[in-house]
């Protein structure tokens, strides 16, 4: 910058000195004087406008090269972070995969034992280690047409539920009930079908599968949970003198059970006693 500003001022300074040098001993001689003196000031003016241009658009470039090298850095880091979470996402899945495999397996383990029991009770044998086990109505299918097995259907159908299928998991605990009604599973299976249309927002037929377990199955041990379940789907509906009354009878005819708990904190909640 220096060698631009003494060449670009060069010219005219040397024309001044060199009138100053003569003397400068006419009018005109300081007229001239005066002009060089003049554009002098113009061409110091004009390098002092493009230096701090200069300077200005160095500071420019410098702020924006920093912002650049933030975002560039902000989105190696959100990069990085994202990668992380697909990946943790990822095995969170294959943990929720591996563990819906196991109650899958679980439940059909109960289902054989369930069947195993349902069978030797009809063939007027118990299995030994199990003496106490009561004797069941013969597991066959209604009508006493050959079919699947109860392990297979109800098996089938929990794991449908547990996937959420929810209508499937309903029509498979149906065919159960309908292929085998008087097996020690009989009654879940009718409870499971109340389950189904309840996740289903199908409240109605709900009430009417968990009034259909307590009238053919009313010693079942699904009992009180289904009373619970009609009562919660009355609320559902709106109908709240209706779950009120089924609430207070699951406190008074199952007292010491969870469901029991559960209803007199639903009626404190709705503003009543449990009577």
Known sequence: MKRGFSGALGAPVLGALALLASGCQSGEDFNRLHSHISDVEKKVEELAKQSSSKDEIGKLNDSLKQQSDKVLRSNADLGTKFNDLIREMQGL?????????????????IADTQARLAAASASGTVPMGNPAAPVTAPATPAGGSRGPSPS????????DYQRGQFELAR???????ETYPKTDLSDDATYWIGECFSAQKKHKDAIAAYDKLVKTFPR??????????KGLSHLELG?????????????????ETDEAKSARNRLRALGSDAR
């Not at 297979?152 to 794991?159: C, G, P, S, V």
């Not at 109908?239 to 007292?255: G, R, S, T």
């Open 152 to 159: 297979d259907l109800y098996a089938q159908a929990t794991a």
């Open 220 to 229: 079942s041990d699904k009992a009180a949970a289904a009373h619970f379940k």
């Open 93 to 109: 899945s294959g943990k929720l995969e591996d563990a819906n495999r196991r109650l899958a397996q679980l439940s059909t383990q």
């Open 171 to 177: 029509q498979g605990f149906e065919e159960f009930v």
């Open 239 to 255: 109908e709240k003198a209706q779950a009120i009354v089924q609430l207070q009878f699951v406190v008074h005819e199952y007292p």
